[in-house]
């Protein structure tokens, strides 16, 4: 590719260890939800970055705690916004007026921001960068895909136990494949709801199919994670109760740091 700011991306990444993509067939299976407590979990022994590239539907700042906040042009670069734990991310929702503005762009326009994320951000030293993506294969993993080309990114893949969500994550797969980008591993989510009372997993939809797909496609399986009410109210709160301040009291916590086990013997290998 002839590109002539792929070089100026490279020169970023170079102080970046490892990037890795958190992908999902389909939309609302929790891949923001999952990339938020993969990066709190890490963070605790790692330097984590995130770099949201749903262009349209940006959730990060809001699950970090980060609502409201702006990004700074340095002479080098973007600044991204420090979050907890000392987390830098990067996301359109600092960038827009109103954080209920909408972005509706063409392919053109969003290939162009994404570029200027990659090549403008000065991250600083990172072991690892989650990017959050958008659900399928659309044009922004087309365009991080390409420009990310020399830097070797992984993958990670979320999917829900429900056949329609497994077939989208078998297409994921299937995309990474083609483009020869390693899976790092499957999680599973919404897998079960554990009663508040008397801890009984209830399956409400079927399970093992993440962990069955894995296997099929010759990837690690990262683990299960159910259905957490109060994950989904901890995300929705600002402040001290904000998820990020919550987290290592919440239920999920051991899980998250299981699987952060398993990506950190490929991250620290
Ligand atoms: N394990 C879980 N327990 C409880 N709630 C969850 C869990 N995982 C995700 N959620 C909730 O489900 C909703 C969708 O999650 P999230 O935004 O992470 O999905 P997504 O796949 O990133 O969606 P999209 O990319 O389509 O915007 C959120 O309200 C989130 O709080
Ligand atoms: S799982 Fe047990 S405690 Fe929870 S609602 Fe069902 S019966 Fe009640």
């Known amino acids: ?69 702006g990004v700074h042009q340095a ?17 359109i929702g600092f960038l827009l007026q109103n954080k209920n503005d909408s972005v509706v762009w063409r392919g053109p326009k969003k290939n162009a921001m994404i570029k200027q994320f990659l090549a403008d951000v000065e991250w600083g030293d990172l072991d690892v960068l989650l ?18 080309r020399g830097v070797h ?27 020869k980008i390693p899976v790092l591993g499957v999680v599973e989510n919404m897998s079960g709801f554990v009663c508040s009372h008397c801890t009984e997993c209830t399956h409400v939809f079927s399970t093992g199919g993440g962990e069955a797909m894995a296997a099929e496609f010759g990837v690690p399986f990262l683990g299960r994670v159910p259905i957490d009410p109060q994950f989904t109210v901890s995300v929705e709160s600002q402040g001290k109760d904000a998820y990020a301040n919550v987290f290592e009291q919440s239920n999920l916590y051991p899980i998250f740091r299981d699987m952060c086990t398993k990506l950190a013997s490929h991250i620290d290998a």
């Not at 970023?12 to 999902?24: A, G, M, N, P, Y």
């Not at 990060?60 to 409201?68: A, C, F, K, Q, S």
């Not at 990114?153 to 483009?179: I, M, N, W, Y």
Request: with cysteine; glycine share 10%.
């Open 131 to 148: 990017v959050d993506t958008p659900p399928g294969t659309s044009d922004e993993h087309l365009a991080i895909t390409e420009y990310l």
């Open 75 to 91: 002479s080098n670069g973007w600044v991204p916004v420090r979050g907890p734990q000392g987390i830098e991310c990067m996301s």
């Open 1 to 69: 590719m002839t590109d002539e700011r792929i070089d100026p991306i490279q020169a970023r990444f170079k102080r970046i260890r490892h990037v890795i993509l958190v992908l999902s067939g389909k939309g609302g299976v929790g891949k923001s939800s999952i990339t938020t407590q993969l990066a709190l979990s890490l963070s605790s022994s790692h330097k984590v970055g995130i770099l949201d590239i749903d262009l349209t539907g940006p959730s990060m700042p809001r699950m970090l705690g980060l609502d409201g906040q």
């Open 153 to 179: 990114p992984h993958a990670v893949l979320v999917t829900t136990p429900q056949g329609v969500a497994l077939a989208d994550v078998r297409k994921e797969l299937s995309f990474c494949r083609k483009l």
